[in-house]
């Protein structure tokens, strides 16, 4: 099969037919999250929180945030329509 070129100057990421159907899985949240907060650990509102909920449940807050930030997660789902 004859391999697709890019035509365009920008970057594949960038390409709508490349954006993600699925939401993120628990794993990813994982990694986001890891990531976040080692990116936030020196801030001040990280250290607040960890002050006020203890580090495990600030570490599940900051999932829950970017769980809600996917569009493809389900606690972003509306009906189309009426509900039954």
Do not use: C, Y
Not at 28 to 39: G, P, S
């Amino acid at each position: 099969m004859k391999e697709k070129t890019q035509t365009s100057s920008e970057p594949s990421w960038l390409d709508p037919r490349n954006e993600r159907k699925t939401p993120f899985t628990d794993a990813e949240l994982d990694l986001l999250a890891d990531d976040f907060i080692a990116r936030m650990a020196d801030t001040q509102a990280w250290q607040d929180l960890v002050a006020d909920v203890g580090k495990q449940q600030a570490r599940e807050v900051v999932k829950q945030r970017l769980a809600a930030q996917d569009a493809n997660s389900l606690i972003n789902w509306q009906p189309d329509g009426p509900l039954h």
